[in-house]
């Protein structure tokens, strides 16, 4: 009788080998794979066994097609107890914005606090600034964002995935997660035994924007590179109105241009490590640099006095008042998989360091002409330099249906201060957490979470004397003195927070269910400010006995899916004790502030609620519709506001899609094109000395394919932004305050140009890689 025995050899092992790790390293693809020709590839002839004189004669057999399918972003979600929206490299690419922050904005529960072309903040459910968590390849990204007018040193073009958490976090990121975190996965390594890279072309209408981002990499087995470049440059953008009103004053606008508003950017990053089965270490580096002005009519104490023919000569200078920001940041990753655990260790340092610049005004007792003896440089209004070092350890162990994880995250920041104008105190900030989340899996269908966490915080904030003397009143006299804006100050902050949570999921529905309790430590800003905030036309003074506030959240996410159509709803509840907020009072500084209205920080109970809603119908293969909406609504409930909502809360908003997606040939692929029809309603709810702003209509297209060229897809996006040029406010801006309508009409197009291929490998190398 013969016997049949099929051995690999070691090339064949090889190449099984190869193909599960090209399957591994590309997410989001689906690829289909003819069994048949697989087996044609790695089976080798048989081996014929002498065991009897008759042979079995050669037997064919068809196998089935088989889906691989990457199902990693939808196990995140089902799996993650707060509410997810995960977004990849394709969808940046198709609704490419000025920023990161703005082009994640198309998302339900997300908005920006915008401010120019480039420059812009997120918002969670109606929650910014500090209590919105930004997480850059697992280290919380710590700049200057407790200002409206300080965006995000971050560079879109060099994100991998971006997950977006909608409500309170604070269990796993600590204090400013109180009301969510925007979590920047790193681009994966390359394939082993591959070298590759890619432009990214960009060009934009409104603003005269063009920009490269250039991409390249290599791995051997084991070690691996991935370097980018990023450069933009933009002119002043363009509003559909020819003129704004500055408070009473009439600005008249050259070509609808906001003068002043041009900036340049730079990106640098480079990757590289160690990736071993049960081993690796990356470290990440990167660079940011901006340039940019500030809207020369509305900054400073007097906005009339700009010299137009100066701005107006040329759309693409950068004049005074601008900003220049360099953020330096480097990241270690590493982590052992060792029997049932998983060790993971972020070290992180970062170096941020901010300059406004603006000419000379002098008000209060400050001297008309600036003083030739004074050692900061007479167009320096402020300067904020920045260090920052963090420590994050977890361990992730498995026992039986239990998945425990343990962390401890450290920080300490350094802030020093300069410039000849003040508003927040120089300080040092240190934190420390400790936390422990278990998810229990009950059974194939039911997942019960929960957590405890602790963290301990202190600030210390530095003495500020003024530069000039003051005339104070005091005992019949009248003297000269340098004032104290600010005294030294200690703070420390603890709290315990928890979270429990459970995920119910069937074949065609999901269940999350979530409550908590969150908190924030006050910053600088909200315990020592006392100065001019030249953005704002306002003077703002902080308060030193402000407690760290606390959160109280539920949310809830139901989820239906079918063949041809998904729900999503997700409902939440939120309450604070103590909610820290900027109040306006009937007080005008007439010392420092030149008459302006005084802001003080303070705290009052608020109550909020709301929710979004995502509907997708696909009525054909090729053409599908979706529904996004949001909805929200807050109330302080004590203080001197009782009775109003919170500042920069959004309106109802809806955004109705439709997409046509043909399969056009095989030299086109994923071709789309697509419309965005959004709505948003009127917000009549505010907190004085807000403004109401009217509801609003947009019409936004979106179109793209992947064209091949020779052995490599050549991907084209093409936007056009508010089509129609519509005149309208949002809410949420910064420039919203004086009124100033949004960015007109903006073309976008964008290419993507890739290149890759396959290293030599000796004969050496497949052994050692087998």
Known sequence: MTILSYQLSDWQVCLCS???ATCRSLPLIIMLITAQRLCAQIAPPPVKTTGDSSSLPPLNKQLQEVIIQDRHIQDR???????????????????????????LSRLPGIKTIGIGSGQSKPLIR???????????????HEGQQWGADHGLEIDQFAAGEVELIKGAASFVYGSDAIGGAIDIKPAQAPPVHTFGGSVDLIGKSNNNLYGVSANIFSRSNHLFFDARMTYQDYADYRVPTDKV????????????RLRNTAGKETGIHLNTGYIGDHFKSIFYVSNTYS??????????????????????????????PRQQVNHFKIINRSAVHAGHHHLEMELGYQHNFRQEFSGYV?????????????????????????????????DEAQFGHHTLKFGITGELQDNTINGWTFLVPAFKQESLGAFVYDKYAVNEHLLLHGAVRYDYGRIGMFKYTDWFPSQVNGNGSTQAQYLVRANDLTRSFNSLVWSAGMNYNLDQFELKANIGKSFRMPIAKELGANGVNYHYFNYERGDASLSAEQSYQADLSLSWNRQRWSVILSPFYNYFPNYIYLNPTPDHDYYYGAGNQVFQYAQSKVMRYG?????????????????????????????????????????????????????VNKNFQHTYLSVDYRITASQHNIVPPEKKTKGYQLVNLQAGTQVR?????????????????TRYLNHTSFYRLIELPEAGRNIILSLKIPFSGQQTVSAHAHHSNK
């Open 18 to 20: 190869r193909i599960a």
């Open 77 to 103: 979600r089902q799996n993650e107890s707060l509410n997810v929206d995960i977004v990849d490299r394709s969808f940046i690419q198709r609704h490419l914005g000025g920023s990161l922050m703005q082009t």
């Open 126 to 140: 109606g929650l910014g600034f500090n209590r919105v968590v930004v997480v850059d390849k697992g280290v919380k």
């Open 245 to 256: 009103y500055v408070y009473d004053y009439t600005v008249d606008l050259y070509k609808n």
């Open 291 to 320: 340039k940019s002005g500030f809207f020369a009519n509305a900054h400073g104490l007097e906005p009339r006095m700009v010299n137009t023919a100066l701005h107006d000569a040329s759309a693409r200078d950068i004049l005074l």
């Open 362 to 394: 002098n008000h209060g007792y400050m001297p008309p002409v600036y003083p030739d003896t004074l050692r900061i440089p007479d167009n320096l209004e402020r300067e904020f330099d920045k260090r920052v070092y963090s420590l994050n350890l977890r």
């Open 611 to 663: 929710g979004e809603v995502q509907l997708k119908y696909r009525f054909l293969p090729s053409l599908s519709a979706e529904v996004l909406g949001e909805y929200l609504y807050a109330e302080q409930l004590s203080g001197s506001k009782k009775g109003y909502t919170l500042p920069f809360s959004p309106p109802v908003s809806g955004l109705f899609n439709l997409t046509w997606s043909p399969a």
């Open 709 to 725: 060229f020779f052995t490599q897809p050549i991907a084209i996006s093409l936007q056009v932004q508010n089509v129609f040029d």
